[in-house]
């Protein structure tokens, strides 16, 4: 989604900006622009095209104020004139990440009032209402005063022509960061764009407004006291954003899980036994209590989920349903006060999500645990209890490492259950954390298998659709792996449950519809080898993803991938290696935007 980046500072931050939203870059985007103060005047530079242009374009420009956008279209196709940042008047420039709901009324009392509007976007309004407010002389108080008017979902930057050292920043259901340097400040929506400049950092709460300075900065909540908000050091460093040897961020990301794995599992691995405390110290209280578990994510955390389920109520004997969370936050359900409501979530930020999550709360659920990548997150803030998942940065928008790291936190989540509820003896317990202690070295060896899956990816190029079949707790991955697969190759790709093929599906098969298979030896092997016979029968081709002992053999249109071992209950993380790998090789062969794909964002902060 859009980005933000905003700068002060006794130097030309042209080159901030424009680095800044280099690095932001990955949230997806179809537009960029900035705006300087200099002489007392606004210049704004935009570009309808890659943020590299608007680097071009606005190479001699020079300034000591100014704020930057990455813009992703709600409002307005992509175009020059629609993108940010929006101006009223020559005297006041904005920047917006969200959407207003109530800007088309507010644009005919503006209109009314005489401003002209000259972009189709929402954000125009902003600019507009501060400025119908400026006259009182405070930016502050004018930007305050515009978002009083407003409904709906912000985070914005405002710089004022007349006003050469000062930026007004606020936030309400979109994420803000302050950076804080030393005679110079900043703000972003991401960590990532400011790390070139500085560590420090404060995240705005909601309802935030910030007074930003040359050498200081005073923040007022929403009720607009002037509040003292910590200041952190990211723990995130340049180097854990860089390319470095790969071609894409998204095969860089799938080669981190070995160590993302090993850091997310890190203190549990390092003890002997596992304890509710890793969820936080109320977790000690709260989880004895469960008696069910609801779980709510979107997209690939949903599937981590919907993984979690099948462990959840084989090892731990504990209930659990897994809900879209867009779905959940609009309908009536009936809450029980003993369910623990698990948020997943990679970016935190996720608007659904973290709806869903305000809207359980809202209905009496106390009890929610968040599984997140990013510390500090809106989602995190809004949990009791929490595990953060220590993938590290995540760029590329299909979603990888954050996925399996996700796994491995709802592995504990469900192996502290089981412990509570008298299902895991000692035994088991070291058997699973020596499992876990090995996962690492296990996702190493299916890397290896790349080339081969590299040579696979070359069946599906010229095809347009594809099947992912899967059973019992890898039917999550098969549909992980059609996800991924159409969000990266375009590739119309769904998953099936294999015993429902017979139910519909299996009309669709012919020699044009590759049929991907996950295939462990596990209890349903037996019935799967029917399903793929069945399929085999129609003329389609298979693409089986086997364990070692899977007994597949390789036939015409039947190509077989053997995974170097089988781990048991662990087994979906494994098999999700190569699903990523092959919607990966698959989407360099039709040459498309692999990290960015058209249309998509990385965190979806808008609904
Ligand atoms: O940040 P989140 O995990 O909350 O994001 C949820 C989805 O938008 C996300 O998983 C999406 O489906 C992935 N980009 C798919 O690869």
């Not at 109520?313 to 009936?334: D, H, K, L, Q, W």
């Not at 159409?486 to 519809?513: C, F, N, Q, R, T």
């Not at 019935?527 to 899977?550: H, I, M, P, W, Y």
Request: glycine share 6%; net charge negative; hydrophobic share 40%.
């Amino acid at each position: 989604m859009c980005g933000i980046v905003g700068a002060v500072a006794k130097r030309n931050i042209v080159s901030i900006l424009v680095n800044g939203l280099l690095r932001l870059e990955y949230r997806g985007y179809d537009s960029a622009g900035l705006v300087v103060v200099h002489d007392a005047k606004l210049e704004r530079v935009r570009s309808a095209g890659r943020v590299a242009e608007l680097g071009q374009k606005s190479a001699n420009t020079y300034g000591e104020l100014g704020i930057a956008h990455t813009r992703w279209a709600t409002h307005g196709v992509p175009s020059e004139r629609n993108a940010h940042p929006h101006m009223s008047r020559d005297l006041i420039a904005v920047v917006h990440n969200g959407i207003i709901e109530n800007y088309e009324e507010l644009r005919t009392e503006l209109t009314a009032q005489g401003y002209e509007f000259t972009s189709d976007t929402d954000t125009e309004v902003i600019a507009h209402l501060i400025h119908s407010h400026y006259a009182q002389g405070s930016l502050l108080i004018a930007t305050q005063m515009a978002l009083s008017q407003l409904v709906g979902a912000y985070a914005i930057g405002v710089v004022a022509a007349d006003n050469p050292h000062q930026l007004i920043a606020a936030r309400k259901g979109s994420p803000l960061l302050l950076g804080v340097g030393v005679g110079e400040h900043f703000v972003a929506s991401d960590m990532s764009a400011l790390l070139q400049v500085t560590k420090n950092v404060v995240y705005l709460e909601e309802g935030d407004v910030v007074e930003v300075n040359l050498a200081n900065y005073r923040i007022f909540d929403q009720l607009g006291n002037s509040v003292q908000r910590q200041v952190h050091v990211s723990e995130l460093d340049n180097d854990s954003v860089e390319l470095g040897e790969y071609q894409h961020y998204m095969q860089k990301e799938i080669h981190e899980q070995p160590q993302a794995l090993a850091n997310t599992l890190e203190s549990v691995c390092n003890s002997q036994s596992l304890v509710p405390g890793i969820f936080g110290a109320e977790a000690n209280t709260i989880f004895p209590q469960v008696e069910n578990i609801l779980i709510l994510a979107c997209g690939t955390s949903n599937h981590s989920g919907q993984v979690a389920k099948y462990w959840l109520e084989e090892i731990a004997g504990i209930p659990c349903n897994v809900e879209i969370a867009s779905e959940y936050r609009y309908r009536t359900s009936v809450p029980n006060p003993k369910t623990l409501v698990v948020t997943i979530s990679q970016s935190g930020e996720t608007a659904d999500t973290l709806a869903a999550l305000i809207h359980a709360k809202s209905t009496g659920h106390a009890f929610t645990l968040a599984i997140c990548n990013v510390p500090e997150s809106a989602i995190i803030r809004q949990s009791k209890l929490r595990l953060l998942t220590r993938a590290g940065p995540e760029i590329g928008v299909a979603s990888t490492k954050a996925f399996t790291t996700q796994l491995a936190a709802l592995f504990l989540l469900t192996l502290v259950m089981a412990k509570l509820r008298g299902r895991l003896d000692a035994e088991r317990e070291q058997q699973f954390l020596h499992e876990l202690r090995h996962l690492p070295a296990a996702v190493q060896k299916v890397l290896a298998l790349e080339p081969k899956i590299a040579e696979m990816a070359k069946h599906f190029a010229n095809k347009h659709h594809a099947l992912f079949l899967g059973r019992g707790m890898h039917f999550p991955i098969a549909a992980e792996g059609a996800l991924k697969l159409k969000e990266i190759s375009y590739i119309h790709a769904e998953a099936y449950p294999a015993g429902e093929l017979k139910h519909g599906p299996l009309a669709l098969v012919d020699a044009d519809m590759p049929v991907v298979s996950v295939a462990p030896n596990d209890t349903l092997l037996e019935k799967l080898k029917s399903n793929l016979q069945e399929v085999k029968a129609r003329g389609g081709e298979l693409f089986v993803f086997a364990d070692a002992e899977t007994h597949i053999k390789e036939s015409e249109g039947v190509h077989i991938l053997q995974m170097p071992e089988h781990a048991g209950f662990l087994s979906p993380i494994l098999h999700t290696i190569p699903l990523q790998l092959l919607a990966y090789y698959v989407a360099l062969e039709k040459g498309t935007d692999v990290d960015k794909p058209r249309n998509l964002a990385k965190s979806v902060t808008v609904e």
